[in-house]
Nanobody
Framework: QVRLVDSGGGSVQAGGSLRLSCAAS????????MGWFRQAPGKEREFVAR????????KYADSVKGRFTISRDNAKNMAALQMNSLKPEDTAVYYC?????????????????WGQGTQVTVSS
């Protein structure tokens, strides 16, 4: 099992940037895919981005493609989400998560470990 702690959220104006971090503990981090999800008030949790265990394969939701970048550092047990050109509709609680599956799933149910969430608020 991987234990995750996410951080880096905050309040920014539209067009601004934030970088979210996810610190992992556990020996299996480097063998697991990592993902970021978000949940806005009154809405279901939705997929944002994922990265394979090696870092060689990434996938993004259409709504963030070209603006967000997911990365990982297996030596440091860290994952990150760089968010640029932020929009008010990006406002949500963001969660990092890990999955033991090798297929490119974006289904939250396939991610077994979750961070506690970090709030991102984008004002217009």
């Amino acid at each position: 099992q991987v234990r995750l702690v996410d951080s880096g959220g905050g309040s920014v104006q539209a067009g601004g940037s934030l970088r979210l971090s996810c610190a992992a503990s556990g020996r299996t981090f480097s063998s697991r895919a990592m993902g970021w999800f978000r949940q806005a008030p009154g809405k279901e949790r939705e997929f944002v981005a994922r990265i394979s265990w090696s870092g060689s394969v990434t996938k993004y939701a259409d709504s963030v493609k070209g603006r967000f970048t997911i990365s990982r550092d297996n030596a440091k047990n860290m994952a990150a989400l760089q968010m640029n050109s932020l929009k008010p509709e990006d406002t949500a609680v963001y969660y990092c998560a890990s999955s033991p599956l090798t297929r490119e799933t974006t289904n939250a149910a396939d991610f077994g470990s979750w961070g506690q969430g970090t709030q991102v608020t984008v004002s217009s």
